[in-house]
């Protein structure tokens, strides 16, 4: 039989030969640690259909996501907390429980483009997809005036190219926060509003008490002498 030292030397000649990112990025099980720097740099993105850590696939300038519709993929960290494969719909999204994610609703735009440029040769080339619609609202990164993070950037190595990728949103049909029933900023208005005006009046009632205590100070005292001894 062949050696058992031949049949090692064999497997590792055999690993040092197949691409290691995709199982680096496999290796992910959350979207936290799937979209960090350094994962980012190996092409890793996060896929909201199955929850999973994927690699960009394909040759420059065609490229693929494994499957993965393009409304599902992110390589945005920022948007890993309000995760739209859980929160699904405003009441789960827009919630007190969660204020720094926002709910978009639906028909509102994406925007993929990336920038590919060979490293040995320098050619270049450069493919935006077409604009992605989202059918359905989504749970994103934001706060009381507004969706954040709308745009985002990321740089890998995929084959013999050095990619850069960037990825736009841009919300049509508005959104909410913390509620499902005042939309856009006007919540963050009402309470910006409500709490000032609580400061308004607590100083107003701060000053009546002042003011109060000043006039009794100032009032006249009289004092009964019982030992007084009154003349005729």
């Given at each position: 039989?062949?050696?058992m030292?031949?049949h090692?030397a064999?497997?590792?000649?055999?690993?040092?030969?197949?691409?290691?990112?995709s199982?680096l990025?496999?290796?992910?099980?959350?979207?936290?640690?799937c979209l960090?720097?350094e994962?980012?740099?190996?092409g890793?993105?996060?896929?909201?259909t199955?929850?999973s850590?994927?690699?960009?696939?394909?040759?420059?300038p065609?490229i693929?996501?494994?499957?993965?519709a393009a409304e599902?993929v992110?390589?945005d960290?920022?948007?890993?907390?309000?995760?739209?494969?859980r929160y699904t719909s405003?009441?789960?999204c827009?919630?007190?429980a969660?204020?720094?994610?926002?709910?978009?609703?639906?028909?509102?735009?994406?925007?993929?483009?990336?920038?590919?440029?060979a490293t040995s040769s320098?050619?270049?080339y450069?493919?935006?997809?077409e604009?992605?619609v989202f059918s359905k609202g989504r749970?994103?990164?934001g706060?009381?005036?507004?969706?954040?993070?709308t745009?985002?950037n990321?740089?890998?190595?995929?084959?013999?190219?050095?990619?850069?990728?960037q990825?736009q949103?841009?919300?049509?049909?508005?959104?909410?926060?913390?509620q499902?029933?005042?939309?856009?900023e006007w919540?963050?208005?009402?309470?910006?509003v409500l709490?000032?005006g609580a400061?308004?009046?607590g100083c107003?009632?701060?000053r009546?008490?002042?003011?109060?205590?000043?006039?009794?100070r100032?009032?006249?005292v009289?004092?009964?002498?019982?030992?007084?001894v009154q003349?005729?």
């Amino acid at each position: 039989g062949i050696p058992m030292a031949v049949h090692l030397a064999f497997l590792a000649v055999l690993c040092a030969l197949l691409p290691g990112t995709s199982a680096l990025c496999g290796d992910h099980r959350t979207c936290g640690t799937c979209l960090t720097k350094e994962a980012r740099e190996d092409g890793c993105f996060w896929c909201y259909t199955d929850g999973s850590c994927r690699e960009v696939g394909g040759t420059p300038p065609l490229i693929n996501f494994g499957g993965c519709a393009a409304e599902n993929v992110t390589f945005d960290s920022v948007n890993c907390e309000c995760r739209p494969d859980r929160y699904t719909s405003c009441g789960q999204c827009a919630a007190l429980a969660h204020p720094s994610c926002v709910w978009i609703e639906k028909d509102f735009e994406g925007q993929l483009e990336f920038y590919f440029e060979a490293t040995s040769s320098g050619t270049s080339y450069r493919y935006a997809a077409e604009p992605t619609v989202f059918s359905k609202g989504r749970c994103w990164s934001g706060n009381g005036f507004g969706p954040t993070h709308t745009v985002a950037n990321t740089t890998f190595q995929i084959g013999a190219f050095k990619a850069s990728a960037q990825y736009q949103m841009t919300p049509t049909n508005g959104w909410y926060w913390a509620q499902c029933t005042v939309p856009e900023e006007w919540m963050a208005i009402t309470i910006i509003v409500l709490v000032l005006g609580a400061v308004v009046c607590g100083c107003c009632l701060c000053r009546c008490m002042l003011c109060s205590r000043k006039l009794r100070r100032n009032e006249p005292v009289y004092f009964n002498n019982p030992l007084a001894v009154q003349r005729s």
